[in-house]
């Protein structure tokens, strides 16, 4: 059970696994420990190492917040802390262009050709989003239409959707430039 409610999603820390199973923290990290599972950091970091090799499109010093996992044409996922620069000062509310560049870079990411530009955009922020949220991006490729690409992005928070966007994406080949 537990391996399988990572596989869907890696990064619940061991505290949100005891919740979802109704047990100690102590009991997720003995079973974790047993069946090879690696913290939450290791499973982070492998899966960003991993990630980085694969891109083609953009590169890894481009991507807003941190790649950690990557399927070429098909799905990608990123992560990003908000810290105390990224809000607006009177209010404390993240600012929008944060979100915003998670998600394209994210997009971007995915595309299997030497570039790519964001031909459209069509975004919604959901919840206001403050300092310390840990988000998490991911994005997945819906259509592809010769050269374009429809993407879907969506970012949560603690499992609450705070930004969503749907992106047409264009790649060009190295003769088309």
Not at 49 to 68: C, M, Y
Not at 90 to 102: D, E, N, V
Not at 132 to 140: I, P, Q
């Amino acid at each position: 059970m537990l391996c399988e409610k990572l596989k869907g999603e890696p990064f619940y820390t061991d505290e949100q696994l005891a919740k979802f199973f109704n047990v100690s923290i102590q009991t997720i990290r003995l079973d974790r420990m047993r069946n090879g599972i690696p913290e939450l950091r290791e499973r982070t970091k492998a899966m960003a190492q991993r990630a980085q090799n694969k891109l083609k499109a953009i590169s890894n010093e481009d991507i807003v917040g941190e790649l950690v996992d990557l399927v070429l044409g098909e799905s990608a996922i990123s992560t990003m802390e908000i810290t105390p620069e990224m809000v607006l000062e009177k209010t404390g509310i993240a600012r929008g262009h944060f979100m915003f560049a998670q998600a394209n870079t994210l997009a971007l990411a995915l595309i299997d050709a030497p570039s790519a530009l964001t031909g459209v955009g069509n975004v919604k922020y959901k919840v206001p989003v403050k300092a310390g949220a840990k988000l998490v991006a991911k994005a997945e490729v819906r259509k592809k239409r010769k050269n374009k690409f429809f993407i879907w992005v969506k970012i949560k928070h603690n499992d609450l959707e705070v930004f969503r966007a749907k992106f047409i994406v264009v790649s060009f080949e190295a003769n088309d430039e």
